[in-house]
């Protein structure tokens, strides 16, 4: 891809996480624990992880937003640098989105045909929450299928340098 491609995709995602930390960081800032299970009561340990699993998701778009801040703003542009910024943000940011680490939601693969949302919790969880990943949702759906290329070509590259 040339590099007009590339810083185009940078500035995307650049907004997209932007947009994406101001969300989580309105989220988290509002809410705790407390307020969690007086919305609707249920296992606070399960809330607990939900929560923290949020947080490192919030890390995570925080650190992506920074380096494409360091990515678009450096002269000369690097396309390399910019491409694997772009996989490393396709890893962490977008499948801990989908698929955490933490086991604590999961992506629900039949969702494209149904129509509903990808994201379905292991266990009941307040409206603000769902709410929450319904608001992200279609933008971390857009940025998989832009990114998409970064994470199998970068993987391509990395193992054909061994």
């Keep these: 891809m040339g590099n007009t491609i590339v810083k185009?995709?940078?500035e995307e995602v650049k907004n997209f996480l932007g947009q994406t930390v101001s969300g989580l960081e309105g989220f988290l800032n509002d809410s705790t624990l407390a307020g969690l299970l007086k919305e609707e009561p249920g296992n606070?340990?399960?809330y607990k992880q939900v929560l923290s699993t949020i947080r490192k998701l919030l890390v995570f778009c925080e650190e992506g937003l920074?380096?494409?801040n360091i990515v678009a703003q450096s002269q000369p542009f690097s396309?390399?640098?910019a491409e694997k910024t772009l996989y490393r943000i396709y890893y962490h940011c977008v499948e801990e989105f989908f698929s955490p680490k933490s086991d604590i939601?999961?992506?629900d693969s039949r969702?494209?045909?149904t129509g509903k949302n990808a994201i379905k919790f292991r266990?009941?969880?307040?409206h603000s929450v769902k709410a929450l990943f319904v608001?992200?949702?279609g933008e971390f759906q857009r940025i998989r299928e832009e990114l998409e290329y970064y994470e199998t070509d970068y993987r391509t590259k990395m193992l054909q340098s061994k």
């Design 123 to 126: 266990e009941p969880v307040p």
């Design 8 to 10: 185009t995709q940078v």
């Design 105 to 107: 939601w999961y992506e």
């Design 66 to 68: 920074e380096a494409c």
């Design 44 to 46: 606070e340990d399960y």
């Design 79 to 81: 396309k390399g640098a």
């Design 111 to 113: 969702s494209a045909y």
């Design 135 to 137: 608001s992200l949702e």
